[in-house]
């Protein structure tokens, strides 16, 4: 299995950022450091959890996660090795060999020794407060994409995936999953765990393996979906994008379609060690050995546009598609707008119920995967490479509705370059930049409006969006850097608190934490000192 890891990005010099989700009416705790060891302050700066900690991590509900040890900040990845509850007193004590890393809402625990080789994992859930400590039956523990809905997915020491119950550590879902899924986690209260299966012809030749995918309830229980529908994403919002045979298309050989039958009977099919195909073909399940026919032109048909995607609710009625027009398309966004691309390259986007907004019209750089552009805050930023690329491309920022509401290209008249860095913000705001540094302008559906021009230096903007560091309008200000010194602008780029720092955080729970001097302080909005670094 391939573990998505979880980055921490270290802004300041021995500054931990992390999820700072106080539960609500809880007091909010920060982190302080004093004499090079870290503890916990009050919102009045008061001391309330002695430093003695060679890092720790801004506290999620109850518990925060604490290193006993020096870390390295630009070390991959940084886990803990100990967690605390708001008193200070571990609900999970540091163990040779142990190490920790924060997920979501669960604590990952993993046992590796070194010298035996020996590898296996527990967890801890957040809500619960259960902790099952690592033991050999569990391989590897999937915690990414986790939402707390559901079981949690575990990989046991034969290879086989199931889930255990997160607040008892029982096995609600039996491990009987033998291949690997990248959405096995419970999301909105579905899964979809794989199984290996292997696709043979009549006479037991092997074609190929794959895995077949199941979409699961957090009972273990299938979700029926209309023959010959296949889920290809998680459920998110609802909705799943599938794949099916499109019925009677003109020229296309499809499942149901009678021609399809007398294909195989009219034409003899080979391998290309000369191997006959004797049709029709079989799945075969890699522990029973059990036979199941199976459509081969789901497997070998080479006109692909006989299958199409579309957009279905988890009942499994259509809100759009299959269209064989669709070459790929992705799962509902944050906002539930679904990006998809045609066979010639080009892409566009719908809404929630299916209703193209942009017909597919934007190439986009695909840096080695595939790309999409996704809303955030009712707005899309992308880089279209278009008609005048090699020369230039040009950066968009789309409404939900599908209006171009800007557009530049990246190297317009007089040679300077231009990009928009990272995605629309809260409010409408958005940094972008030249060859003079960072800009901020603010986005509507009529258009778009310089805030500032771009007077920022390299260190804010781009560099902190892509690294997801989140630098962001955090309680209405945002840390920006001018003149080599740190301070902070509200949304009208108007100064709030002047440069003075040598490096500033994002505001969180009316504080935020800024070096100056050599010194860690924590501020608040008017920029007074609540705690200073002895």
Known sequence: MKRLMLVWVIILCLVPLGVWAEEENAPALYPIRENGLWGYMNRAGEVVIMPQWAYVWPFDGETALVSTVGVSPYDFPICGDGVIDRDGQYVIAPQEHVTIEDYLTVYGVSYYNSITKESYEGFYDKVSGFYQPPIPEYNFIMLWGDDGIGPIAIENADGLTGYVDRTTGETGIPFIYTGESDD?????????????????DANGVEMMRGAHKHLIDTAGNEIALPEGMIAVTPVINGCVVFIM?????????????????????????????????????????????????????????????????????????????????????????????????????LWGHMDPGGNIMVTPRYHLPSGGERP????????????????????????????????????????????????????????????????????????????????SSPIYERSLGCELYEDDTECRFSEGLHPVKQNGLWGYIDEQAQWVIPPQYDSADNFRDSLALVEKDGKLMYIDHGGAVVWEER
């Open 184 to 200: 096995v986690c419970f999301y909105e209260g579905y899964a979809r765990p794989a199984d290996d299966i292997t696709i043979v």
């Open 245 to 345: 045979a499109v019925p009677e298309m003109e020229g296309n050989v499809t499942a149901g379609d009678e021609s399809s039958e007398d294909s195989t009977d009219e034409e003899e099919w080979y391998l290309s060690d000369g191997t006959k195909i004797e049709f029709p073909f079989y799945s075969l399940d890699r522990i029973t050995g059990e036979k199941t026919e199976v459509d081969w032109h789901q497997y070998f048909d080479e006109d692909e546009s006989s299958f199409g995607y579309g957009l279905a609710r988890i009942d499994g009625s259509i809100l759009y598609g299959p269209d064989p027009d669709i070459s790929y398309m992705w799962e509902p966004d944050g906002e539930s707008m679904i990006c998809f691309e045609s066979w010639d390259d």
């Open 372 to 451: 999409r552009y996704v809303f955030s805050h009712g707005y899309a930023v992308l880089e279209d490479f278009g008609e005048k690329w090699p020369e230039t491309s040009r950066w968009v920022i789309l409404s939900a509705a599908g209006v171009e509401v800007f557009s530049q290209y990246r190297q317009p008249e007089g040679g300077s370059t231009f990009r928009i860095c990272g995605d629309v913000l809260e409010n409408g705001l958005v940094w972008y930049e030249t060859a003079d540094g960072y800009g901020l302008m603010r986005t509507t559906d009529e258009g778009t409006e310089d805030i």
